[in-house]
């Protein structure tokens, strides 16, 4: 029996994780120039850009460690990050003038092809997935 971060990191896994960490790379530099060179035109979705990286990172490093603990913070990382993705994309619908400059989660993810509001079920259900896996 394989032990909990050996599967979470394996097979699938692998790539999930990886998607995560290019999320994680992709929201922190867009972030980091958004709020560096024009933060005074948006400054509301530039900082849920910021959050969006922040939340990639732990998701990420949390789904790579995978051992019990790790796993706990990956799950509430990958529920903060679908309550955002849910929240933003359905606030950046209703209300286009509170978000004049697209975040990672506006539009449900439109931007990135909707991978970031299909990304959170896939991360939850990896999780779930493995942690049954004998």
């Known amino acids: ?3 909990l971060a050996t599967r979470t990191r394996s097979g699938p896994g692998r790539i999930l994780i990886t998607v995560y960490a290019v ?4 929201a922190t530099a867009r972030s980091a120039v958004q709020i560096g060179t024009r933060f005074d035109e948006a400054p509301l979705a530039y900082l849920l850009s910021a959050f969006a990286a922040v939340v990639y990172i732990v998701a990420t490093v949390s789904l790579a460690r995978g051992n019990r603990t790790s796993r706990r913070v990956a799950t509430v990382s990958i529920v903060v990050e679908l ?3 849910l929240t933003v994309g359905t606030l950046s619908l209703v209300d286009p003038q509170a978000f004049p400059d697209a975040t990672v989660w ?3 993810g439109q931007g ?3 991978v970031p509001a299909v ?4 991360g939850l259900w990896w ?5 049954r896996t004998n």
């Not at 999320?23 to 992709?26: E, P």
């Not at 999780?127 to 942690?131: I, S, Y």
Request: hydrophobic share 55%; aromatic share 16%; glycine share 8%.
């Open 1 to 3: 029996m394989a032990d």
């Open 127 to 131: 999780l779930r997935v493995t942690a």
């Open 106 to 108: 506006s539009d449900y």
């Open 112 to 114: 990135y092809g909707y």
């Open 83 to 85: 309550v955002g993705v």
């Open 23 to 26: 999320f994680a790379l992709a």
């Open 119 to 122: 990304l959170p079920l896939l």
